[in-house]
């Protein structure tokens, strides 16, 4: 676990002592919560499985992004079903890919994280199960409007989170502040930029720089691509999609190219940076939840499912990785028992993306065949 993980767990921590002493306060009669409950080893106390659905596994093997499920999601699902809980990290969908793509034997997983042009992808080439929605009664927890981003996806993915892929900035070391792709080369920036490892959003805001769509598949304009890319790698100091605000809080690089999550926790913790939608359009992503054919544990795929969409245990993702959140009920669990984690969350244009941006935004797709000119191109340019 990263230290910035840690300083998570330890703000959590903190709230839920405050929301375990507002459980004890509202006990019935005012006396104490049971001592029934159960507790995390940060002191969260877990909610009880609304509804609660039997099943006959024994364990849940998940894989998903590296800092991406609030830590004691995970814990409290392995308590309250009593359950073991198998975690694995991924840092790209490329590496999701790899994994979910060599059969069973190499991909033993129940859950997967799939995001945006991926989806596609495992659709396509039937690496995804489609679901049930009569076993999962939660998504009636969904914002209808922002789930309708997904389109007929909805059959295989269990919406989670949704956002935006912008150039955050120090306000105070930048003489010259970006507010287009195309300012990222200035050198002035030399040395100064980490950027998210991935090709689509990379390879796709310098196609946005020429003119053209963030999902062009036209050879000759992603040469013009790579050779622009080319000439921005000065500037680019490292590529992390793990914790690409480590080195921005650290103070290594004074510019990224991150998600609006990750945006939302260095500007937390420095309030110095500032989040800038480029005039070009951001680079707009919705992430979701599946099973894959192979599944071996199904039955509990579906409690986890409902289980992270509870609004009771979901909010945690507002404190822990807030991104742009679909699931209404965990914004009115937040407004109602933790109203400061709510207001910074609906008050920020990085987290509480505004409307006009997400139509401005470029999604990304996938594109069958031409998606291995990208990874050519970006195995080039990192070279």
Not at 33 to 48: I, K, N, R, Y
Not at 58 to 80: H, K, Q, S
Not at 150 to 165: H, L, N, R
Not at 345 to 365: C, D, L, M, Q, W
Request: with cysteine.
């Amino acid at each position: 676990m990263n230290t910035h993980h840690k300083i998570h767990r330890l703000v959590r921590l903190i709230l839920s002592s405050v929301l375990l002493i507002a459980v004890t306060a509202c006990a019935a009669g005012g006396e104490p919560a049971s001592t029934d409950e159960l507790v995390t080893s940060t002191g969260f106390v877990c909610p009880e499985p609304s509804p609660r659905v039997e099943f006959e596994s024994e364990r849940i093997n998940i894989f998903t992004w590296t800092e991406y499920v609030p830590a004691d999601i995970f814990d409290c699902f392995g308590l309250v079903y009593g359950v073991e809980v198998n975690v694995d990290y991924f840092s790209s969908n490329e590496e999701l890919y790899s994994k979910v793509s060599l059969g069973e034997d190499v991909n033993p997983y129940d859950v997967i994280h799939p995001s945006d042009y991926m989806i596609g992808v495992l659709i396509r080439e039937g690496l995804l199960a489609e679901l049930d929605a009569g076993r999962l009664p939660n998504l009636s927890n969904l914002d209808a409007g922002l789930v309708a981003a997904y389109g007929d996806a909805t059959s295989f993915i269990v919406p989670y989170q949704m956002g935006t892929q912008a150039i955050i900035y120090n306000s105070e070391t930048v003489e010259t502040p970006p507010t287009s792709w195309a300012d990222l080369w200035n050198p002035e920036y030399e040395g100064r930029i980490v950027a998210v490892d991935d090709n689509r959003v990379i390879i796709g805001a310098a196609l946005l720089t020429l003119g053209y769509s963030v999902n062009d598949t036209d050879p000759a304009h992603l040469e013009e691509a790579k050779q622009k890319l080319i000439e921005l790698m000065p500037n680019i100091r490292v590529f992390d999609s793990d914790s690409p605000k480590t080195p921005l809080v650290a103070g290594d690089v004074d510019l990224g190219i991150v998600w609006n999550g990750e945006a939302f926790l260095t500007q937390t913790e420095d309030p110095r940076f500032e989040y800038v939608f480029p005039e070009e359009g951001s680079i707009i992503f919705y992430d979701g939840m599946a099973m894959p054919p192979t599944a071996p544990h199904p039955d509990a795929a579906y409690a986890w499912f409902n289980y992270l969409l509870q609004g009771d245990t979901n909010w945690l993702t507002l404190v822990d990785y807030p991104y742009t959140n679909p699931n209404k009920a965990a914004l009115e669990y937040a407004q109602a028992n933790q109203p400061d984690v709510y207001e910074a969350y609906i008050n920020s244009p990085i987290t509480n993306t505004p409307a006009e941006e997400f139509a401005k935004g470029h999604e990304v797709i996938d594109l069958g065949e031409a998606l291995l000119l990208y990874d050519e191109i970006w195995t080039e340019i990192k070279q």
